[in-house]
């Protein structure tokens, strides 16, 4: 693409403009993250105009800054020629899934463009770039399509449409179609069925390529383990089909193929595990694991989703997310080594010698809990 000697002459100063919005974005999100923490992709994209129109006044761009959204790429557009699109996470994080490839709605006089994202997990904070600049990987998110059938009255067959309950015109207009028609879709699964181009939480993807277990690092490896026991504490259990709704997340969502998947969670035998009575009692080898990413698992219960969790737990979630997942993982374990057992277990694993400290260390930051607990280990 050939860029234009005005957009060349300019660029140093759009991106001037964009590093006060940011600055200005980020002053008013610590006055106000409340706010902010409620807005959304789309309402986020009419604070990023306000304040980019704010910080152009007195500008060369003063007055040329539109909002055009919607089905357009990118967002917001200045002087014709730059544009700036919004992305968002509801996490405290840096990433997320970035616009289509193809850019088929791309408007075609825009020459340059910037990512302005919003971080809307606590703390609340903004980050602009260009737009080439924070692309890291490409995955797939299989949007649907509609499939033909010229003889559906003749059939006697409902269109999609009628089985949905929705009108055709409803659908086409919404601004996020897929939601609906995957809860549809949703609907109709049966145990040990899941939505392969649908992942429950609006953030995830599939990988570009489908990989072995054993192909993967033992960092790789450690991180999908920890998932897997906040997500699916079922796997404590003692059930013959207990690895089955994990096994289908792997495939689904990570693109890992575990042919094995049992000795990743039950090989071991047995280890020793102190009781919060101070006894040393032998467990199964899960109870150790858990152990060994305590820490990892408080972060990852933290910072999922509610959607995530409510999908994985169904039940709805709890303020105290540590221990509602702690409940459930010893209720399941309850039929291996008992609830007493497993609830004394898992609280020594979390809490230490000073439960009463730590549960409100956790309340209050994982990282405090974490601390406490380094300096009682040094000590």
């Known amino acids: 693409m050939i860029i234009s000697t005005a957009c060349e002459r300019e660029l140093s100063d759009f991106k001037k403009l ?36 704010y910080c152009a006044k007195g500008t060369l761009f003063d007055g040329s800054i539109n909002l055009v959204s919607g089905a357009s790429f990118p967002d917001i557009i200045a002087k014709n020629i730059f544009g700036v699109e919004v992305k968002s996470t509801e996490k405290n ?22 990512m302005t994202f919003g971080k809307l997990g606590r703390p609340v904070e903004f980050l602009s770039k260009p737009y080439e600049e924070c692309l890291s990987d490409i995955v797939v998110t ?58 429950e939480d609006v953030e995830a993807s599939t990988p570009m390529k489908a990989r072995l277990w054993t192909a993967l690092s033992p960092e790789e490896k450690e991180s999908v383990i920890v998932e897997a026991y906040c997500f699916f504490p079922e796997v404590m259990g003692r059930s013959s089909t207990k690895y089955n709704r994990c096994a289908l997340w792997l495939a689904t969502n990570k693109g890992i193929i575990n042919t094995n998947i049992r000795d990743s969670f039950s090989a071991g035998g047995k280890v020793d595990m102190m009781t919060k009575e101070g006894v040393v009692t032998r467990m199964p080898a899960a109870f150790g694991r858990i152990k060994k990413y305590r820490r990892q698992i408080v972060r990852s219960i933290n910072q999922a989703s509610e959607r995530t969790l ?47 400290l730590n549960k409100l260390l956790y309340t209050i930051s994982p990282d405090l809990a974490e601390a406490a607990e380094t300096e009682a280990e040094y000590l």
């Not at 970035?98 to 340059?112: A, C, D």
């Not at 601004?175 to 992942?199: I, M, Q, T």
């Not at 898992?346 to 000073?354: S, V």
């Open 93 to 114: 994080q840096w990433q997320s899934i970035g616009s289509s490839i193809l850019e088929s709605t791309r408007n075609k006089s825009v020459e340059r463009i910037f």
């Open 142 to 199: 299989h949007y649907p399509r509609y499939r033909i059938d010229m003889h559906l009255q003749e059939n006697n067959e409902q269109t999609i449409f009628e089985k949905m309950h929705i009108e055709y015109d409803v659908l086409r207009n919404m601004d996020e179609p897929v939601p609906p028609v995957a809860n549809y879709y949703r609907s109709l699964l049966n145990e040990g069925e899941s939505l392969w181009w649908a992942p």
């Open 310 to 356: 409510k999908d994985s737990w169904k039940r709805e979630i709890q303020d105290n997310r540590l221990k509602q997942w702690g409940q459930l993982v010893a209720d399941y374990a309850s039929e291996v080594v008992g609830q007493a057992l497993a609830e004394s277990v898992l609280e020594c694993i979390f809490y230490g010698p000073n439960p009463r």
């Open 18 to 53: 964009i590093e006060r919005m940011d600055a200005t974005l980020n002053r008013d999100a610590k006055s106000r993250e409340d706010y902010y923490v409620s807005r959304g992709g789309k309402k986020l994209e009419e604070d990023v105009f306000r304040a980019l129109s």
